[in-house]
C-alpha cells in the first residue's frame, strides 16, 4: 500500500512543476545564506584564535560552508529539472536521474540537520579550546619582547576591554601568574627582590590586574594593585565592595557570545533544513505522479503519487536484503521479484500487461 498517495491532474501536475521550480531557485539562496553563516562563524573565531588552542572548533563553519554549496549545486539542477517536468517529453529524459537525484537531496538535507545539531553541541570543544588558549595567552602575557608572543598582551588587553571581563576564569588568575615583564623591574629594590624570593619558581606575583581590567564606568578610580588588601585603600572591603574592575572571565564571555552566535545560526539551519525537506517532499510526489503518466500513456490524464510505493516496513526490508546481498557474490539475489518501493512501476488501468522488476543481481 502506497505511503501518502495523492492524486493529480494535468493542471496540479503543471503547477506542482512550477511551484517547486520557484522553490528550488529559493533555495538556492538558502544555501547562499548556511555558506555565508558558516563564513561569517568561521572568520568570528578566526579573530580569536589567539586565545583559542588548536581543536575541532571550525568542524561546524567548515560544516556550515560545505553544505551551502552543495545546497547552491543540488537546488539548481532540482530548479532545473523541475522546469522540465512540465513537459511530459521533456521528462522523459530526468526520467532515470530523478530517483537518485532525490537519494541524494534526501542525504545532503541530512547533513543540514547535522549541521545544525552541531551548532548545539559545539560548546563543549569551544569551552576547552577557549580554556586553554586563554591559560597560555595570560601566561606569556608578559613576554612582548618575545617574537611570535610580542603581540599577545596587546589581544589580551583588547579581548578584556572589549568583552569586559578579566583573567580566564576571573580576575584571580592574574594573581598567580608574573604579569610584568622582568624589564620593568627594580632589581635593586628590596620589595622586589623579597617578591621573587617569596614563590619556589621565583615569580614576581601580585594582588594585582592589567588595567584593560578596569571598569570605566565604576564611580571611584580604578583599584589596580592590592586588590585584597583593605588597608592599602581608604573606605575599602575587597569582600563587599562592588569591585571596579571586572569580574566576568573572558572564557565565559567569549563562550556567552559565541554559544549566542551558534544559536542564532543553529534556528536558521533548522529552518533551512525545513525548507529542503518540503522541497524534496514535492520534488518526490512530482517524479511519482509524472513516472505514473508515462505508464498510462495519457498525458492529459490523472496520475497517482505517492511518497512510498510500499508501506515503510516493508520498503525497509527490501533495503536491508539489498545491502545484505551487496557483499554475495556469483549468487541470484534473494529479493529477486519484489517489487522495488522506489521505483513506480506498477499496473496500469490502461489494460497494459504487468510490469515486474528484474532481479538484482549480486555486486561482482
Known sequence: MAVLKVKFTKTKRDKLAQILWILNWVSVVSGIILFSLGLFLKIEIKKRNEV?????????????????????????????????????????????????????????????????????????????????????????????????RCFLKKTVDMLQIGF??????????????????????????????????????????????????????SPRPCIQY?????????????????????VKGCREALLDYYTAIMRSIGVAALLIWLFELTVLIGVRYLQTAMKNVLLLGDLEGESDGWLLENS?????????????????ANQISTVSGMNDPNIDVQNTNSGKPNVTTKSIPAAS
Not at 113 to 129: D, F, K, W
Not at 167 to 195: H, P, T
Not at 227 to 238: Q, V
Open 52 to 148: 583559542m588552542a588548536k581543536g575541532d572548533v571550525n568542524s561546524v563553519p567548515n560544516m556550515l560552508i560545505s553544505v551551502g554549496v552543495i545546497a547552491c549545486i543540488i537546488n539548481f539542477l532540482g530548479g532545473k529539472i523541475c522546469y522540465d517536468c512540465s513537459d511530459a517529453n521533456k521528462f522523459s529524459r530526468w526520467k532515470l536521474v530523478m530517483l537518485p537525484y532525490i537519494v541524494c537531496t534526501f542525504c545532503f538535507t541530512f547533513c543540514i540537520l547535522v549541521g545544525a545539531l552541531m551548532c548545539y553541541t559545539m560548546r563543549n570543544e569551544l569551552e576547552e579550546s577557549l580554556y586553554l588558549g586563554l591559560r597560555d595567552a595570560i601566561k606569556f602575557y608578559k613576554d612582548t619582547d618575545i617574537p611570535g
Open 164 to 217: 569586559q571581563c578579566c583573567g580566564n576564569n576571573g580576575f584571580r588568575d592574574w594573581f598567580e601568574i608574573q604579569w610584568v615583564s622582568a624589564r620593568y623591574l627594580n632589581m635593586a629594590s628590596k620589595e622586589v627582590l623579597d617578591r621573587l624570593k617569596s614563590n619556589v619558581d621565583g615569580k614576581f606575583l601580585v594582588d594585582g590586574v592589567p588595567f584593560s581590567c578596569c571598569n570605566p564606568s
Open 226 to 246: 592590592q586588590l585584597t588588601n583593605n588597608s592599602a585603600h581608604y573606605n575599602y572591603d575587597f569582600l563587599t565592595e562592588e569591585l571596579n574592575i571586572w
Open 312 to 328: 515503510f516496513v516493508e520498503t525497509a526490508k527490501y533495503n536491508i536484503n539489498i545491502i545484505k546481498n551487496l557483499g554475495k
